[in-house]
């Protein structure tokens, strides 16, 4: 399975980005789908989660501003950013459980992992 990801850039305070997420080789039809991210000096946090059955979850600081999907025809995996705020200023990754659950936002539950796209706002 692969995983690459794209669309991170440098932008102002209050203005929008939307990250996508390119997956490849994957052959289970279960499974959970999340965006992480780790900003400068700070551990990796969990973002958004989406699992196969369609469960979203997020986490408290993105709520309201933040929106995950996906599109199964394109194999990709979205997260569109509104409202941006200095403290969103991280690398994002995008990670895939193989499993019929999503359960949170635990590192060790994802088996795969891109190699990140860096936002930063100003």
């Known amino acids: 399975v692969q995983l690459v990801e794209s669309g991170g850039g440098s932008v102002q305070a209050g203005q929008s980005l939307r990250l996508s997420c390119a997956v490849s080789?994957?052959?289970?039809?279960?499974?959970?789908m999340a965006w992480f991210r780790q900003g400068p000096g700070k551990r990796r946090e969990g973002v958004a989660t989406?699992?196969?059955?369609?469960?979203?979850d997020y986490a408290n600081s993105v709520k309201g501003r933040f929106t995950i999907t996906q599109d199964n025809a394109k194999n990709a995996l979205y997260l569109q950013m509104n409202s941006l705020k200095p403290g969103d200023t991280a690398m994002y990754y995008c990670?895939?459980?193989?499993?019929?659950?999503?359960?949170?936002?635990?590192?060790?539950?994802?088996?795969?992992w891109g190699l990140g796209t860096q936002v930063t706002v100003s």
């Open positions: 080789g994957y052959t289970n039809s279960y499974y959970c």
């Open positions: 989406l699992g196969n059955d369609g469960s979203i």
């Open positions: 990670a895939r459980r193989d499993g019929p659950y999503c359960l949170g936002y635990s590192e060790a539950e994802y088996h795969y």
